[in-house]
């Protein structure tokens, strides 16, 4: 069955350091999404993107986040300047027929 | 802004129980309601899409329903396994132009052998 994929399953880095997470959707899905989830709270939406360009953003989805599909199966979120509240688990998605489905997550912790 | 709130936030029962789960949200104009289970440090997995115009949905010993105009669902566990113990979440969409889903914190069900 198909899925969505992310790496790595954990990242740890350096306060101020750029991550990027890396996620590959569903390849027939159009809708791609990112969500986080800080430890013990809800899961909350970053990031939707849809046809090459963002659709939706949250108030989190600030200048430090930027996301991009360089190819055809990939599609990316880049922190440029990571804090400590960065620390989270990000969750891909991508959906076609409104249902959406999540990739196993990445934890980031930042130090 | 949307508001989803899952009662109880947690539910330990014995092996062989139906139960249920609830879910509650403030706007009731949502486009759709999906149900997910979420295992420990893992991903979520979706268990059950109710679209605005169903009243539920089925999936084996799962079923969901949705009464927007209260503003509850309810997921149905038939026949509780202990490999159903897992965190349960409800998600809204609200559709029209809105891309995003707004979840529940979740009810942690532990099925005790």
């Known amino acids: 069955e198909p899925e969505v994929t992310q790496t790595p399953s954990h990242q740890v880095t350096q306060m101020g350091q750029e991550v990027i997470l890396r996620c590959v959707p569903i390849?027939?899905?159009?809708?791609f999404y990112w969500y986080r989830q800080i430890l013990g709270q809800k899961v909350e939406f970053l990031v939707s993107?849809?046809?090459?360009?963002?659709?939706?953003k949250s108030e989190i989805f600030d200048d430090q986040f930027s996301v991009e599909r360089p190819d055809g199966s990939n599609f990316t979120l880049k922190i440029r300047s990571t804090k400590l509240e960065d620390s989270a688990m990000y969750f891909c998605a991508s959906s076609q027929n409104n249902e959406q489905f999540f990739g196993p997550g990445t934890r980031l912790t930042v130090l | 802004k949307q508001e989803v709130t899952q009662i109880p936030a947690a539910l330990s029962v014995p092996e062989g129980e139906n139960l249920v789960l609830n879910c509650s949200f403030t706007?009731?104009?949502?486009?759709?309601l999906q149900w997910f289970r979420q295992d420990p440090g893992k991903g979520l997995t979706s268990l059950l899409l109710?679209?605005?115009?169903?009243r539920e949905q089925t999936s084996g010993r799962l079923n969901a329903s949705l009464d927007k105009s209260s503003g509850r669902s309810t997921l149905y566990i038939a026949a509780s396994q202990p490999g159903d113990s897992a965190t349960y979440l409800c998600?809204?969409?609200?559709?029209?132009?809105?891309?995003?889903?707004?979840f529940g914190k979740g009810t942690k069900l532990s099925v005790i052998p």
């Open positions: 706007d009731s104009a949502i486009y759709n």
């Open positions: 390849s027939n899905h159009l809708y």
């Open positions: 109710i679209q605005s115009s169903q």
């Open positions: 998600a809204t969409w609200a559709g029209a132009g809105s891309y995003q889903l707004t």
């Open positions: 993107f849809y046809n090459n360009e963002i659709s939706e």
